[in-house]
């Protein structure tokens, strides 16, 4: 301190001043000092995640396994992933009430104790299926596919609502019915109609995604999703899309086709340990019934064919007054021109020239749809079609 002063040398208010900024710069390490301690705590607590992080990653892998049973004391049966049935213990900082077979576990290196309940892998089940405990459709929702209609009745809905009649006469129903046709005729709606008049609960599986998103995945998929129908029973699988995983032009030399075919193979396993006459049914759907696989169309598999065709004139008929019954009119509507100027177009088609004519209204600050409107929406999509522009899907 070279400069500093003798006490009585310094001036009225200088040393106040003085004691000021001593005072002010004190404040201002202590603050620094607080902020060293923060800093401080944080590098500890960094240091701490450091070895967990550490520990975790020196510590041995742990392995996955399946819950067969639950043994009264403190044990259970599982199957590990590697393959044998294995007796473990359970360690306690599981509940044994929470523990129940079927559930995935985490067993420690040596495959001697269950230490952990895993998210279970049926998450990724329901991500991918789409399930519909009954669905609204009815078969009062579909135009013409009268014949259609009577044969699921037959072979999906009777054996489901009364599997005595067929067991009394000694026959069995057909296991799997595959329906094919062009897109948006209807196969869906069909079979969500099916599902809610035998109060079936509906599960889709899409046959593209099962094998574009979920690769590696496909046959444990399967196997889930059979596990799945079978405790929400009665119910029907829909296998859309199926020739995905089913087309004869796979090719077993590449890895990516490899998989899919194991996921066929599953598949065809399921169907063929199945019971005609149990509680739940399966439908295929398919745009492309000349690529499949003709092990899948084998007998005891999917051994019914039901076409879903373009719509002839009566069904293209009744489609449109169906369409035509859920929106305010204005005015005479020629229904017969309508009917003979949509020939070659899908019940989707039909139904959006109904819904675009309603658009137009909409844009013309109207609250009813006129026959001009259905015009103008006819030409349009006609003009779309003849480009080849997919016309499902336009809003
Ligand atoms: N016969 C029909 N009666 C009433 N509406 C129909 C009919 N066919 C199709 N539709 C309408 O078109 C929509 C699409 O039909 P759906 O999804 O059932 O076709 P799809 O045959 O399954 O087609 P894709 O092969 O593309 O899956 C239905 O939601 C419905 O609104
Ligand atoms: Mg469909």
Redesign the pocket.
């Known amino acids: 301190m070279s400069n500093s002063k003798p006490l009585d040398e310094f001036g009225p208010g200088e040393r106040g001043n003085e004691d000021d900024e001593a005072a002010k710069e004190l404040e201002l390490l202590k603050e620094q000092v607080m902020g060293l301690k923060g800093e401080v705590e944080r590098l500890k607590e960094y240091i701490n995640q450091l070895e967990e992080d550490k520990e975790k990653a020196l510590s041995p892998p742990l392995i996955e396994a399946t819950v067969l049973d639950v043994l009264p004391n403190g044990r259970a049966i599982v199957k590990s992933s590697s393959g044998p049935n294995l007796v473990v213990y359970v360690t306690s900082n599981i509940p044994q009430d929470k523990l129940k077979p079927g559930d995935r576990v985490a067993l420690n290196q040596r495959g001697s104790a269950l230490v952990e309940i895993l998210p279970q892998s049926q998450d990724l089940t329901i991500r991918l299926m789409e399930i519909e405990e009954k669905p609204k459709a009815t078969y009062g929702?579909?135009?013409?596919?009268e014949a259609q209609i009577g044969l699921l009745k037959e072979a999906v809905e009777l054996p489901l609502k009364r599997p005595d009649l067929f067991k009394e006469i000694g026959i069995e129903p057909p296991k799997a019915v595959l329906?094919y046709?062009?897109?948006?005729?209807?196969?869906?709606?069909?079979v969500k109609a099916v599902a809610h008049e035998a109060n079936a609960t509906f599960i889709r599986l899409v046959g593209s995604e099962l094998v574009q998103k979920f690769v590696g995945e496909g046959a444990r998929l399967t196997r889930e999703l059979f596990d799945m129908a079978k405790k929400k029973s009665p119910s029907i699988i829909f296998i859309?899309?199926i020739d995905a995983v089913a087309s004869k032009r796979l090719d077993a030399s590449v890895s990516g086709e490899r998989e899919v075919q194991r996921t066929l193979m599953q598949l065809l396993a399921e169907i063929d340990g199945f019971d005609p006459l149990g509680e739940v049914k399966i439908i295929g759907?398919?745009?492309r019934l000349d690529i499949l696989d003709p092990a899948i169309l084998r007998p005891g598999r999917f051994d019914r064919l039901v076409e879903?065709p373009l719509?002839d004139k009566s069904?293209r008929e009744?489609?449109l007054k169906?369409?035509l019954k859920k929106i305010k009119l204005d005015g005479a509507i020629d229904l017969p021109y309508l009917v003979n100027s949509t020939e070659g177009m899908?019940?989707?088609e039909?139904?959006e020239i109904i819904t675009e004519a309603g658009m137009n209204a909409i844009r013309d600050s109207r609250r009813s749809v006129r026959m001009a409107d259905l015009n103008l929406s006819l030409t349009a999509i006609k003009k779309k079609k003849e480009k080849g522009i997919s016309s499902?899907g336009y809003l």
């Open positions: 929702d579909i135009g013409g596919l329906l046709g062009p897109p948006g005729c209807g196969k869906t709606m069909l859309d899309e759907a398919t745009n879903i719509p069904g009744e489609i169906i369409y899908s019940g989707a039909l139904k499902v």
